[in-house]
């Protein structure tokens, strides 16, 4: 690719994907096409910083939708009070000092809250006796004036990934993730900082995933179907995710789950085929796993969803994702010495940065070969 070239599709790319800067942290997203078709980007991020009692907290997330935005803006819009109120209540009932454990417990239980509010705030609205539930109107409590499904249905079909951060006053970087985003931490590796590694801080919270799926068949005995067998390993057929927040209706009991295919109207998404898997629920998991790490040359924090690796795995087929975090880590080191936005060299590195095969113009006008996900980059400085 010419420099004329490079220089005329990057500038264009930041027109369709603006780059953001949120205090010192940069993020971009960039948003699906499909035959030149722009579609409703699911993913969202946040970043900012707290100046607490013991020091400066910095939070930093990113969000991966899917069936819809209902979930995902739910958590948006209340995840960083909610994480902040309980940080709060954490120092001041500890010596100022958390360790670990504690600030794990504090993010586990700030998504998991916010889980039970969204399941909570669906099943106040079912009968819980069963004359009750026989003649219960699902089409009149769920669907809105226009006959389509109502917000709070909307969350219960929906759901979103979590890529969480937090980073201590003394630097120290604690991820908290449900779902298969990533987070890499990076470092270098030289005196004179030219090489560069990571660690990956992420989780691949995927049926196809072997401890992943281990897990669901011990919790589900004699229901092998439960994850399909062939093609993409997939929760009753269906979800690839094993963890995630929302899709509630993975944990419903049958009878409240026939209800839903009456609230959802013309949708109704529930197959006979699904139907028959749905055996022994709950089926997926919204509990969070949590990493901690620090590393004396660290400089750079990366969140993404999956379809940051999805665009490098493109032309770097099986690496894994510490292979993709370096690269991903040189980018952002350029960048910073030109003076650019960090998550959008990481977008552009993606695409395949200034080499031959780089999707940039394809992606933007929706007809790269397959489909290209959503993706958004949130990079911190440390």
Known sequence: MSEANTTDIRALLSQVAPPKALGRNHAVSFTSRSNERILTNEDRYFAEDWDLANGVWKLAFVLDGHGGTATVDFVLENLP?????????????????LDDAAVARIMSEALLSLQDQLTN???????????????????????????KPGVILRRVMSGTTASVALIDPTNR?????????????????????????????????????????????????????CISQTGVPRLLGWHVLSRAMG????????????????????????????????????????????????????????????????????????ADSVVLGRICANAVARAEAAGQNLAEAVLWEAMGGDGPDNLCLSAINGTAKGRVDDTTVVVIPL
């Open 247 to 318: 899709n509630i209706y993975f944990n419903l009991p049958i009878d409240i789950l026939r209800i839903l295919d009456v609230g959802l109207g013309e949708e109704k998404p529930f197959n006979e085929a699904f139907l028959r898997l749905f055996k022994t629920p709950p089926y997926l998991s919204h509990i969070p796993q949590v990493s901690h790490e620090s590393r004396p040359t660290q400089k750079f924090l990366i969140l993404a969803s999956d379809g940051l690796g999805h665009l490098m795995q493109r032309r770097l087929t099986g």
């Open 173 to 225: 970087v604690h991820i908290a993730g449900v779902g298969d985003s990533d987070a890499f931490l990076c470092f270098t590796s030289s005196a004179d900082e030219t090489d560069w590694d990571c660690c990956s801080m992420g989780f691949a919270h995927r049926c196809s995933d072997p401890m992943e799926a281990a897990r669901i068949l011990g919790e589900h005995p004699g229901e092998p179907d």
């Open 121 to 147: 705030e669906f099943l106040s609205l079912i009968p819980t006796k069963p004359d009750d539930l026989a003649a219960f109107d699902a089409k009149a409590t769920f669907q809105d004036r226009t006959g």
């Open 81 to 97: 009070s909610v994480l902040k109120a309980a940080l709060v209540s954490g120092i001041d009932s500890s010596t100022l000092t």
